[in-house]
């Protein structure tokens, strides 16, 4: 999967508020979706970026934008871990046990875990941004919002642009 390509429609199994919920991406037909994929529950790094991604929820919100987390532990690991550690988390976190979200965004390490990878999705389903990583380096959500509000520009957006800045075009 490259950037530019459409993304089948999937299924898959979160955590979400408490609950275990089936989803489709197309549940969010008509959003951006930020979907992120991080190594394991229980971790050092990967807790910090997940805290982070909500606190800024609601900045993603405005724009029009759905967060979604995905990693290969199970959705019971998920439960266990957020309700004793990350209780404030109100984004879905897909439990990824049989490997397909991971392999189909080419994040999938031979030990069964996922790299760090960040995918912005645009309302029809194309795949607009993706970046992904070794898992001992986070990411910078703040980079990841802007960039989110440069692709909604539709323009050319020079380095380091910003909100209010000008697009080249």
């Known amino acids: 999967m490259k950037v530019g390509d459409k993304i089948e429609d999937f299924e898959f199994e979160a955590y979400h508020d408490g609950d275990f919920k089936q989803g489709r991406l197309s549940d969010y037909s008509g959003r951006w979706v930020v979907l992120f994929f991080y190594p394991l529950d229980f ?10 991604f909500s606190d800024k929820m609601m900045d993603f919100e405005n724009e029009n934008a759905t967060i979604v987390a995905a990693s290969t532990d199970s959705v019971h690991s998920h439960k266990a871990w957020f309700a004793r550690d990350l209780p404030d988390v109100r984004f879905p976190v ?18 069964g875990t996922a790299l760090r990878g960040t ?12 970046v992904v990583s070794d898992d001992n380096v986070g990411r910078s959500i703040e980079e990841t919002l ?19 800045d000008k697009t080249l075009d």
């Open 94 to 111: 897909i439990g990824d046990t049989n490997h397909n979200v991971a392999k189909r965004f080419n994040v999938l390490q031979e030990n």
């Open 146 to 164: 802007r960039v989110l509000k440069a692709l909604k520009t539709g323009g050319l957006c020079p380095v380091e642009w910003k909100t209010g």
């Open 43 to 52: 971790t050092f790094v990967c807790p910090t970026e997940i805290k982070k």
């Open 119 to 130: 995918f912005i999705i645009d309302p029809d389903s194309v795949l607009r941004y993706q």
